[in-house]
């Protein structure tokens, strides 16, 4: 079974600013996929980034990147130039390659506070 | 856009009470998911459906059950609501191809008495 561990319940940082999210995770696949979800106040969880284990790039999307660190079996977001807007809790999740119904496993969650 | 729609955003329920919690999609995803959120545990998957009148339980089965008639429609039930099911319960769905995002809907805070 997979386990995947956000050591860190809440954090801080002032807007505009860059804030780093940990998450590392355990398991004995050699592909699969790892995800950052955002839950905003309002409660709706969107994507916010993906990473494919095969590939050794690191992904992007605009302020949001991963530090993939697949040895370590370490996938951190990294957020520049922090907006309030990135108040929300943030989930890192891990899915096996060819797994039926596409099962997400998630980490505990870390609440991430922007102050202005 | 992918819309997901949960029935009630807050729910107050007695214990004992049979409790259904329902949620639609619009994307003809062939997968559909209940999770619950708590504090610190992060979601937990109840049960998953990756067609109509299909069910697989996830990590957290026990007093739930589900029912999935048609493909756009996924319900929880608690069979006798009890105060450790007070909880957030969030649905979501997926095509069902390797890697597809899941797509979630509100929530549901559900909290029995």
């Known amino acids: 079974a997979q386990t995947v561990t956000q050591s860190q319940p809440e954090m801080s940082v002032q807007e505009a600013e860059t804030v780093t999210l940990s998450c590392t995770y355990d398991t004995s696949e050699s592909n699969y996929y790892l995800f950052w979800y955002k839950q905003p106040p309002s409660r709706q969880m969107i994507l916010v980034i993906r990473q494919e284990a095969y590939k050794q790039q690191n992904a992007t999307e605009n302020r949001f990147s991963v530090n993939f660190q697949k040895a370590a079996k370490s996938f951190s977001l990294k957020i520049s130039d922090s907006q309030l807007g990135d108040t929300a809790m943030y989930f890192c999740a891990f899915m096996k390659s060819f797994n039926a119904g596409n099962m997400l496993t998630f980490g505990g969650g870390t609440r991430l506070m922007v102050k202005p | 856009d992918v819309k997901v729609t949960q029935s009630s955003r807050y729910l107050v329920k007695r214990t004992g009470e049979k409790v259904f919690l329902e949620c639609v999609q619009d994307?003809?995803?062939?997968?559909m998911f209940w999770y619950r959120q708590d504090p610190g545990l992060g979601l937990r998957l109840i049960y998953f459906?990756?067609?109509?009148?299909?069910?697989e339980k996830g990590d957290i089965p026990e007093g739930y059950s589900v029912s999935r008639e048609k493909k756009e429609r996924f319900s929880l039930i608690l069979e006798s609501a009890s105060t450790n099911q007070t909880s957030m319960y969030l649905c979501?769905?997926?095509?069902?191809?390797?890697?597809?995002?899941?797509?979630f809907g509100d929530g549901t805070r559900l909290s029995i008495l």
């Open positions: 459906s990756y067609d109509v009148k299909m069910k």
């Open positions: 979501a769905s997926s095509f069902e191809h390797t890697q597809q995002p899941q797509h």
């Open positions: 994307m003809d995803h062939e997968n």
